[in-house]
């Protein structure tokens, strides 16, 4: 089966940098995929990385290791709107085509 | 604005019956997605189609089905609902069949099924 692992809740000040981890044992692996979600609302994609290293996009970056079956999502220059839940999901072969880790949720205080 | 809509946004029905929850996709997008997500749940994914026919199956009880459309909208049908299946259900959307390793997928706004 597929387990993915993060941290349930975060919480980290206006302003500074929060890094939210996630681990993963799969039976086959094609990517690691990013997804933020406020409260009520929808899943709204962020990054993806299919190889390792460092992808980059604006004040979010992602990060992935294939060899620790491990990758993080590092946010910047928190802002109040980045409190939400953000889940990170791996693209496997076979019946599921995501499957999602059960969330973060990131409270930003000021 | 992802693109892809959902209807009904809220839905309140009672034990035992049956309820249809409608998709459309972005524009150009082939495949359907449905998910399932209860309080403080991740997302349990359900069930996918490709351009009408289904394509990968997750969780989904037997309770429940789904279709696409010619047209590419989808429906998910719950009948004899019970209590626990009060929960948010998203559909989403990509372009192609979801094993590609950049295939995004895009979610609606979600409908929220509360079963009495």
């Known amino acids: 089966g597929q387990s993915l692992e993060q941290p349930s809740e975060v919480t980290a000040v206006e302003g500074a940098i929060v890094q939210i981890n996630c681990t993963y044992q799969t039976s086959g692996f094609y990517g690691l995929s990013w997804y933020q979600q406020h409260d009520g609302g929808a899943p709204t994609f962020l990054s993806y990385n299919g190889l390792d290293g460092l992808e980059e996009t604006g004040r979010f970056s992602s990060f992935l290791s294939r060899s620790d079956s491990y990758g993080y999502l590092l946010l910047q220059e928190l802002q109040m709107k980045d409190s939400a839940s953000y889940f990170c999901?791996?693209?496997?072969?076979?019946?599921?085509?995501?499957?999602f880790g059960k969330g973060t949720r990131l409270s930003v205080i000021a | 604005d992802s693109g892809v809509t959902q209807t009904p946004k809220h839905l309140i029905t009672a034990t035992g019956q049956r309820v249809t929850l409608r998709c459309s996709p972005r524009?150009?997008?082939?495949?359907v997605y449905w998910y399932q997500q209860s309080l403080d749940q991740g997302l349990q994914f359900l069930i996918q189609?490709?351009?009408?026919?289904?394509?990968a199956k997750g969780n989904i009880l037997e309770r429940f089905s789904a279709q696409q459309f010619p047209d590419l909208h989808s429906e998910l049908n719950l009948s004899s609902l019970e209590l626990g299946d009060s929960a948010l259900y998203f559909c989403?959307?990509?372009?192609?069949?979801?094993?590609?390793?950049?295939?995004?997928?895009?979610f609606g706004p979600g409908t929220r099924l509360t079963v009495l």
């Open positions: 989403a959307s990509s372009v192609a069949t979801g094993g590609l390793a950049t295939d995004t997928q895009y």
């Open positions: 524009s150009g997008d082939l495949s």
């Open positions: 999901a791996v693209t496997v072969p076979g019946d599921t085509p995501l499957v």
């Open positions: 189609y490709y351009n009408g026919e289904e394509r």
